[in-house]
């Protein structure tokens, strides 16, 4: 009982990946909207859920699910991010699995199997449809993939269309691998919009809803992809928290858990500003807080809370492998970007010329500037928005290259076009 008093309340703050928070704040919205898509099959389209890295896509579609599922919708689906290469091939077979392995178990295939002699009426036999039944009917039905795979989606909604089902989702993490990680002249993104295009022209009393999650650089690729058409989807873009929000997430966890720990109002400012309401800073922060509160009050000293070495300690954790990624010389362009008032936001091309022209002794010229932030994009640490402008694919990445030292009048004395490798 008396150790029981003494153990250390649990830290109820959560970073990582996919973790789902204690409380989940703000996101009314979204889900609202999606619980309107999966009620009314007119307005039911397709999703696509994007935003920056730890803006809580995740978990998010997390919340979705049982939303659907409370309307009668099936849900299926996976997590992108481990496969390495992918092939249309692949993504096909990851579809018929998906659906077979949630509708299979529904239905059975009745064998009628005739013995020889006249009076013999017939044994019946009965066996589960499964994922051999729709890989077989793939095989055989001639055609590229997606002729194959609307033959399978179509045998599998008419045996749905008996039921009270609504529909299948397909819900796919990390989507922006689709087209990332895409072997050279394959086009998985693309059978994909038009599987999904065609059923949404060929509509049922059972649907499929395809629900795509990713990183911003997602949307740059649905319109490089053949068949996109930006009416096929419903976008929501997650973005930081709002302060009211922010703040809920950051109280909420302690008081839900019954913890005999507060934070003061000063601690709670400062997580605010040092996160800038992204979730994932949020939890980072206050889960270190929360430790170092521990860890004081059991050598019995008064609870203050050293932001400076957590923010150290993030920018290890979290910014540090993403910098590196980059090369030196990409480095210094990014510390030029970084230098702009609106880095946080979106840039334009025109805006980073401008400033390196200042900072540099030779500025980037706008085709040099394009280079570097097509081959930043590729490393997940730019992207292009839809409105032709750029932003750091990377939350308060700008924050943190203000945070490194450099020296200005070191990279004044450089050209722009230094013969660094891009
Ligand atoms: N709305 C939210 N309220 C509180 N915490 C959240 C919220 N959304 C995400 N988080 C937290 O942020 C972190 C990142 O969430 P995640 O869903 O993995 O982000 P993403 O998929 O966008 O990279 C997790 O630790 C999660 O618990
Ligand atoms: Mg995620």
Redesign the pocket.
């Known amino acids: 009982m008396s150790d029981l008093a003494n153990a250390p309340p649990p830290n109820p ?15 009314d919205k979204e889900q609202q909207q999606f619980e309107s898509m999966v009620l009314d099959s007119t307005v039911a389209q397709n999703l696509i859920v994007t ?12 919340e979705l699910k049982p939303i659907a599922q409370r309307r009668d919708w099936l849900w299926t689906g996976n997590d992108l991010s481990e496969s390495a290469s992918l092939t249309e091939d692949r993504i096909a077979r990851r579809i018929v699995v998906d659906l077979s392995t949630l509708v299979a178990p529904m239905f059975v295939r009745k064998n009628t199997i005739h013995k020889p002699g006249f009076t013999a009426t017939g044994e019946v036999t009965e066996t589960n449809v499964g994922f051999d039944d729709f890989w077989n009917l793939y095989e055989k039905t001639p055609g590229l993939v997606d002729d194959k795979l609307k033959a399978v989606l179509t045998e599998a909604r008419r045996l749905l269309e008996q039921t009270n089902v609504r529909g299948v989702i397909f819900a796919y ?2 989507a922006q691998n689709l087209s990332d990680h895409a072997v050279a002249k394959e086009y998985p993104l693309s059978i994909l919009l038009d599987v999904f295009a065609y059923f949404q022209r060929h509509r049922s009393k059972c649907n499929f809803m395809l629900v795509l ?1 990713g ?1 911003p650089t997602l949307y740059p690729k649905l319109n490089e992809a053949r068949t996109y058409s930006e009416r096929m989807f419903h976008t929501m873009y ?1 973005n930081r ?1 709002d302060q009211d ?1 922010a703040r ?2 950051i109280v909420k ?1 302690i008081e839900l858990t019954k913890s005999t720990l507060r934070f003061s109002k000063e601690t709670i400012e400062r997580i605010l500003k040092n996160s800038n309401g ?3 800073f ?3 922060i206050c889960k270190e807080v929360f430790d170092a509160w521990i860890a004081k009050m059991t050598y019995g000293e008064v609870p203050s809370v050293n932001m400076q070495s957590i923010v150290a300690k993030l920018d290890q954790d979290f910014f540090s492998p993403r910098w590196s990624r980059a090369t030196d010389r990409q480095q210094d362009f990014m510390k030029v970007v970084a230098t702009l008032e609106n880095s946080d936001e979106e840039f334009s091309v025109q805006e980073i010329v401008g400033v390196s022209r200042v900072l540099l002794k030779k500025g980037f010229t706008p085709s040099h500037a394009t280079q570097i932030l097509q081959a930043l994009a590729e490393k997940g640490l730019m992207y292009k928005s839809r409105r032709g402008g750029y932003c750091f694919a990377v939350p308060l990445l700008s924050r943190f290259i203000k945070r490194q030292v450099w020296n200005p009048e070191a990279l004044k004395n450089q050209n722009s076009d230094g013969d660094d490798a891009l």
């Open positions: 703050f959560r970073p990582g990946n996919g973790q789902k928070p204690v409380y989940l704040a703000g996101r935003g920056l890295r730890g803006v809580g896509k995740t978990v998010l579609l997390e993490d990390e999650t990183l997650l928290l929000d809920a997430a966890p992204y979730p994932y949020i939890q980072f």
